[in-house]
């Protein structure tokens, strides 16, 4: 080193990072936007449909031919129904827009399945009933009679003729023919019965009759446990019939 010459420190070298090159890209910072997934498809539960349990009467026309309403019993002492008042609906008349009644085809007002065929005994003759299971029934009438999970709606037609073969457990759809409206049973003239109560979902009753010296302890047991003990709570069937 010469005397007089600059002292001069050693350069600090600091490394610097190497260029991109054709092959190598610089690096770059991406932002990953979420996809939206479109919201799930709920399809909604079908109401259930109601039919005129009358072939040539519209619903909403069935109040026009009503020969006894429908009038709550008494309930005893011991929480049964008493078997006074009327226990269900009667529809009839003797001609209409130049038709008579007797023979009108009756039609099942709400999908099921058979629960009762009852053939020539009394008090209703020719009757068939229809049990709708809960989730069949219309909320309005759950929400009004509240009726609880676990229960059923059953529909009943009585004082046909020539009713159809049907046997129990057979599934029956709205508006479905059953028979045809006569005066079988004890009545005094051709109308339809049509009764409405919920109870126990999968209750049958292949046998009931009442009112005569003939009838079986089954056919009379089966009978109380429908009509009376109110296991089977009725209400009126224009609940159902005009929602």
């Known amino acids: 080193m010469l005397l007089g010459a600059a002292c001069t420190p050693p350069a600090l070298i600091i490394p610097i990072a190497d260029a991109p090159t054709a092959s190598q890209p610089a690096a770059s910072t991406q932002t990953l936007i979420p996809t939206k997934q479109p919201a799930p498809t709920i399809t909604p539960t079908p109401m259930p449909v109601i039919c005129s349990p009358l ?3 519209p619903l909403e026309n069935l109040d026009q031919i009503v020969t006894q309403p429908f009038i709550m019993p008494r309930v005893l002492l011991d929480d049964t129904y008493s078997d006074d008042g009327h226990h269900g609906l009667d529809l009839g008349y003797y001609t209409r827009d130049g038709k008579p009644f007797n023979g009108t085809p009756v039609l099942a007002a709400i999908a099921g399945k058979i629960s009762s ?3 020539d005994r009394p008090p209703y003759g020719n009757m068939i009933m229809i049990e709708t299971a809960f989730d069949g029934i219309p909320a309005s009438l759950i929400a009004r009679q509240n009726i609880p999970p676990g229960n059923s709606l059953y529909t ?3 004082h046909m ?4 073969g049907f046997t129990l457990g057979q599934g029956i759809t709205c508006g479905q023919q059953l028979g045809e409206t006569g005066s079988t049973g004890l009545t005094g003239g051709h109308h339809l019965h049509f009764e409405t109560r919920w109870g ?3 209750s049958t009753f292949p046998k009931m009759a009442f009112y005569r010296a003939d009838q079986t302890p089954e056919e009379a047991e089966n009978y ?3 009509r009376n003990s109110r296991q089977f709570r009725l209400f ?3 609940e159902l019939l005009n929602p």
């Open 55 to 57: 072939a040539v009467q």
């Open 117 to 119: 065929v009852i053939i």
């Open 156 to 158: 009943l037609y009585a």
């Open 161 to 164: 003729q020539n009713v159809k």
């Open 200 to 202: 126990p979902s999968g």
């Open 224 to 226: 109380k446990r429908w």
């Open 236 to 238: 009126d069937p224009f």
